[in-house]
């Protein structure tokens, strides 16, 4: 049986794309080259809205290092969890993760399934330096340069999608999923990193209130939250952290020299994980 990731959208104009040898192509004559490290750029040069649009290289490095450490396996763990806990033994499953990053969550995810399970996963990201480090990370998954408002996804072909800390376009994510596909969301608690934004700003703001509504098409099965402690012991894994996150461009340069003159941190980290299921069209 075909899996998902065997048959794609073109990005231009919908039509399937399949693989010939080293590039994808679809029946209009749209070729998309497959790069020396293995992954496939599905970015139209007119829907980018920058040159080199999603995190920089550095912040891919930095990203690459800081999960190295394991700081985050608390979280990869329980998405993890919460997405094979009602897989039968031998049962396929497909899973794109949209906003991949450099790959940490779904390597977690296949490394949990265990080598005899049947999984199609694929990881997208907007950002071609993420993409390309976790194409040279592991071979056997399917990497995509794309958008999530765009995805390069045949329709009603996915069983799982994972959005960890990213953008979600729900009706996109609604149109790849299968009927009853479902959604695993992970999204920074209100607590999540308080210490170092502490440094960084002269007032934290209000946390924004959740109405707890499923977005539209979608149904929520359930809602975890996790947090725990993490010692940053030196100034590499700091720098790191804050190279990784949005707060390094909203800081003022005030805010900076105090967070680069740290030589230790103990931080809080507080996610919630929230699961969700497509609803039958007729609901």
Known sequence: MMTPFEALACPLDGEV??????????ASGHCFDISSQGYVHLLPVQKKRSRDPGDSKE???SRRRFLATGAYD?????ASQM???????????????????????????AASAGPDASLALAGLDISKWAVQAAARRDKQMTWLVGSNANLPI??????????????????????VL??????????????HLQELREIIY?????????????????????SDALSYSLELPNAEQIADLLVMTPHLYRASAEGLAKVQALEQLT????????????KPADR
């Open 59 to 61: 912040m891919v490095a």
């Open 202 to 222: 002269p007032a934290i703001k209000a946390e924004r209130k959740d109405n707890g509504a499923a977005p539209p098409g979608f149904e929520c099965m359930e």
């Open 178 to 191: 299968k009927p009853g596909g479902q959604l695993l969301q992970v999204d920074a608690g209100a607590r």
């Open 17 to 26: 794309l399949r693989r010939r040898e080293n590039t994808w192509q679809c």
């Open 74 to 78: 608390p979280i990869a763990q329980a």
């Open 83 to 109: 997405v094979l806990k009602d897989v039968a033994a031998g049962a396929a499953l497909s899973c794109l993760d949209a906003g991949c990053g450099e790959g940490h969550y779904l390597r977690s995810l």
């Open 154 to 175: 045949q329709s009603a072909s996915l069983d799982w999608i994972l959005c960890m800390f990213g953008f979600p376009v729900y009706a996109e994510f609604a149109r």
């Open 267 to 278: 931080i809080t980290v507080d996610v919630r994980l929230t699961r969700f299921r497509l």
